[in-house]
């Protein structure tokens, strides 16, 4: 909430602010309160931060912890592929550490997999350092995870791939379906606005009534008559012409 204080009270305090006052993620301005040449005093005001930089490794191990937790809870159960979660860690904590990166697959692979013993764990981190990564594609993430495009739709994961959708479809889906939204949005505001939709529309319209038939001329002649209505029991006469309200 914004405040005002003294001009001398701002500038005599040179305590730092205590961090535990304010929420995380904001941050206090201070901006002066003038009219004109008169300064009156200072405003403090919160302002929320902004957000620290998108890491795509922390991202990407998120979105590979919720497909394990989706597929078998807490943790991984002991099977043959199990170690595949490891295997695709260590590719991608290799890219962003470096050296380091031993410590953190080590840490996550006991907190996902603990029965898995540490010189198992080991083993597939020596097998990633004989190779030269690079960062895996979104589809090679996909291929190595065996990742469908349903199972990834379902959990809305986004930078992970598919095995069974490439990349080029993916794209031209995730399109479709933004036009479809876009569609959707639209619709809902012009029925906000009171426009009919085409259904009710058509069913008002002079095409499916049809008034001109219960005349006996064609529509043409009843335009030019100035487009008279006929009277309802006219119409109920003929069985099959509705009278739109």
Request: charged share 35%.
């Amino acid at each position: 909430m914004a405040y005002l204080v003294g001009a001398d009270e701002a500038t005599q305090s040179e305590k730092p602010a205590v961090k535990a006052d304010r929420p995380d993620g904001l941050a206090r301005d201070v901006s002066a309160i003038t009219v004109g040449d008169c300064l009156l005093g200072y405003k403090a005001v919160q302002r929320r931060m902004r957000a620290s930089r998108w890491n795509h490794f922390r991202g990407r191990m998120r979105e590979i912890e919720k497909l394990i937790r989706h597929r078998h809870g807490d943790i991984v159960p002991e099977a043959d592929d199990a170690l595949i979660y490891v295997e695709v860690i260590a590719s991608l904590a290799l890219v962003e550490f470096k050296e380091e990166f031993v410590d953190v697959v080590l840490g996550w692979a006991a907190r996902w997999l603990p029965w898995a013993g540490k010189a198992e764990i080991e083993e597939v981190i020596y097998e990633r350092t004989k190779l030269r990564f690079s960062p895996l594609s979104a589809d090679a993430l996909g291929h190595g995870l065996h990742l469908s495009y349903a199972e990834r739709s379902a959990l809305d994961i986004r930078t992970i791939g598919a095995f069974d959708v490439p990349k080029r479809k993916r794209t031209k889906l995730q399109k479709e379906k933004r036009r479809q939204r876009d569609r959707a949005r639209k619709e809902e505001q012009r029925r906000a606005a009171g426009a009919l939709s085409r259904a009710d529309y058509l069913a008002n319209s002079f095409s499916q009534v049809r008034p001109w038939e219960a005349f006996g001329i064609s529509r043409r002649t009843w335009e030019r008559r100035g487009k008279p209505m006929p009277d309802p029991e006219t119409i109920s006469d003929c069985g099959s012409i509705s009278l739109a309200a």
